[in-house]
């Protein structure tokens, strides 16, 4: 990776008491699809193929232009099972069924950035999944939405952002979509 001024995901959303209103839901749009790309690229694009093991918002630098690069790819081999992946981005089969890492884990933890991007929250040990879940189920935008920044007129992409977030971390592994699928539709909701 080329070697430009970023700084993470998490700063902005959750360090910076100004980086949240640096992104308003259409830079947070940019940033989603521009994640999921790079994902993709690792999963379908580098041979051999690439699983992250660790997806979550200190993962994902932002350059000056508001561009997202996925980082840390490919290490967690390197790290003991237990300490992989972190509470909050990696689903129960990781943990319960000592599965690991795999390509639906990574949609997962894709899943919960997500889900960041939207509410603004920190995902703490899947607390964020938990409460998220059930707005998202019953239509309750106005609460799962970042209060920080102003509701948009047009709320068709977020409302389309949530449903990939929930089927990214609401499904089982079998049934999670492909980061390809998830790309091709952040891809399309750009603004």
């Known amino acids: 990776m080329e070697f430009v001024g970023m700084v ?5 959303l959750h360090q910076n008491s100004d980086g949240a209103s640096l992104l308003d839901w259409s ?3 940019r940033i989603a699809a521009g994640a999921a790309r790079g994902v993709e690229y690792l999963h379908e694009g580098m041979t051999p193929h690439i699983v992250h093991g660790c997806i979550k918002a200190s993962n994902i ?3 000056v232009k508001f561009c997202a690069r996925v980082c840390d790819y490919g290490l967690s081999f390197l790290a003991p099972q237990e300490k992989r992946g972190l509470v909050g981005y990696v689903d129960d089969d990781y943990w319960v069924e000592r599965k690991g890492a795999c390509k639906e884990s990574d949609v997962y933890g894709f899943g919960v950035v997500l889900l960041e991007l939207l509410s603004g929250r920190r995902s ?3 607390l964020l999944v938990e409460w998220a879940l059930p707005l998202i189920k019953e239509t309750k935008f106005s609460e799962l939405l970042d209060p920080r920044l102003v509701i948009p007129s047009d ?3 977020l409302v389309r952002l ?3 977030a929930s089927a990214c971390v609401g499904n089982s592994r079998k049934d999670r979509p492909s980061i390809a699928q ?4 952040l891809s399309n909701l750009e603004m």
């Open 8 to 12: 993470s995901l998490d700063f902005f």
């Open 27 to 29: 830079r947070r749009l």
């Open 61 to 63: 630098l932002i350059d």
């Open 124 to 126: 703490e040990e899947g």
């Open 155 to 157: 709320m068709k992409p």
């Open 162 to 164: 949530a449903k990939v």
């Open 182 to 185: 998830v790309a091709a539709i």
